[in-house]
Every structure is written in C-alpha cells, then in structure tokens.
C-alpha cells in the first residue's frame, strides 16, 4: 500500500457544502497526486505537488484546490461541492524520478447529494 | 494533449489461456508507460512499466510491448489464472514536462473462466 492513507474512506454531504480530503503517506516521497475515478474514464489527474508548497494543475481541476504544508500531507478541496464531484478521488505517490512508479492509496468515495 | 485508447473494454479468456490488451496514444513524446491492475474496492496497483528507449519488457507471465513508430503499446498475459481477474489500465505520461504526469486508458475488465 505504499504507506499511503486517505481519510475519510467514504463521505456524503450536501451540494454547496465545502469537503476536505486527506492523504498522507509515511515514506517521504516528494510527488504527491490526487486522481478522480468515474466509470468510462478511467483515473483524470486533478492536481499534483512536487513539493512543499509546490503544487500544479491536472486535467480536470476546475472546482478543485490543494495544499501541501507537510510533506507526508495532501490536501484536497471541494470549496462547494457540486453533484459532477460525485467520485472516488484516489491519492498517489511517486517512489520513481519525477512522477514515475506511482502507487496509490485506498481512494475516497465521495457522494455529492 | 495526450489522448490514450484502450482496447478491448472486456476480456474473457479460460484460465490458462493469454490475454492481450492494447493501448494507443496520441503525444509521440510520451515516453513512459506504466500498467495498473484494480481490483474490486481498492486502488490501483502497479504491475509494470516501460520507458520509451525499451522495446519489451517481462516479469514472470506479464510482459510489455513498446511500439514508438506505431504509438501502441500492449499487455501479454500468459497462463491466466483465476487471481488475474481485475480491471487492468494502461497509462502515458505527458511528455512536455520534466515532471511525469499521466493520461490513462478507460480500462479493461478481463475475466479468467476457471
């Protein structure tokens, strides 16, 4: 598993209600990423961190943001959900150079109700 | 930007048969590929990769194909067992930046009949 969590493992709220997600990972690898899962597209990469304060856009971030002030934690914000954000938003790591051999967490199910 | 299609959507194959499943990719400077296989509630995992300058790669019945000119790549699986059941995707990565960020395929749900 890579050392990687995510809390919480499954949530449900309310559409307009800010959601926080959390990865945090126990191996101190610098690339850190968030992934959405939807059936028919496969993992869309929504934002991603080679850093400390050093994060970047994915294909899908709209209506996403992050943070990193650690390097073990990964933050990810829905600043007001929206039923499209119904997902399961996978973390990953990267134990290889620069984004390579990425392994993933247990993901988050996510409802947008 | 990069587009990735994966092929076929479904495999089903008697158990101790091969499997082949077949991705293409549109960015010619894509230069790694990596392949996960998931499971039913649980993240995806790595089972192989390869970079761009290797033409083939293997570890024990998976092996990887690489073909630059033809922008496909493929995943052989032989002796197919039960445990090989799973959701299998294959992945590029974008290959204008110094940091690798990757574009997946949608899948394949392959099967093994015992």
């Known amino acids: 598993d890579a050392g990687i969590t995510q809390s919480p493992r499954h949530k449900v709220t309310e559409t307009g209600t800010p959601v926080t997600l959390r990865c945090h990972q126990t191996?101190?690898?610098?690339?850190m990423y968030w992934y959405r899962q939807d059936p028919g597209h496969g993992l869309r990469l929504i934002h991603y961190?080679?850093?400390?304060?050093?994060?970047d856009k994915g294909e899908v971030s709209d209506g996403y943001s992050v943070s990193r002030s650690k390097t073990e934690d990964f933050l990810l914000t829905l600043e007001s959900a929206t039923s499209s954000q119904t997902s399961v938003y996978f973390c990953?790591?990267?134990?290889?150079?620069?984004?390579?051999?990425?392994?993933f967490g247990p993901g988050t199910r996510l409802t947008v109700l | 930007g990069e587009n990735v299609e994966q092929h076929p959507s479904t495999l089903s194959v008697q158990e101790g048969d091969s499997a082949v499943i077949k991705c293409t990719y549109s960015?010619?400077?894509?230069?790694?590929f990596p392949w996960y296989k998931q499971e039913l509630g649980k993240g995806p995992q790595l089972i192989i990769d390869?970079?761009?300058?290797?033409g083939e790669k293997k570890d024990q019945r998976i092996a990887v194909t690489l073909n630059k000119t033809a922008k496909h790549f493929s995943l052989h699986i032989t002796e197919t067992q039960p445990e090989d059941s799973a959701v299998y995707f294959c992945?590029?990565?974008?290959?204008?930046?110094?940091?690798?960020?990757?574009?997946f395929g949608s899948g394949t749900r392959l099967l093994v009949r015992p």
């Open positions: 961190s080679y850093g400390v304060k050093d994060t």
């Open positions: 390869i970079r761009s300058n290797v």
């Open positions: 191996e101190n690898h610098r690339y």
């Open positions: 990953a790591i990267s134990r290889g150079t620069a984004g390579t051999e990425q392994f």
């Open positions: 960015d010619s400077a894509s230069n790694y």
């Open positions: 992945a590029a990565s974008l290959g204008t930046d110094s940091s690798y960020k990757l574009i």
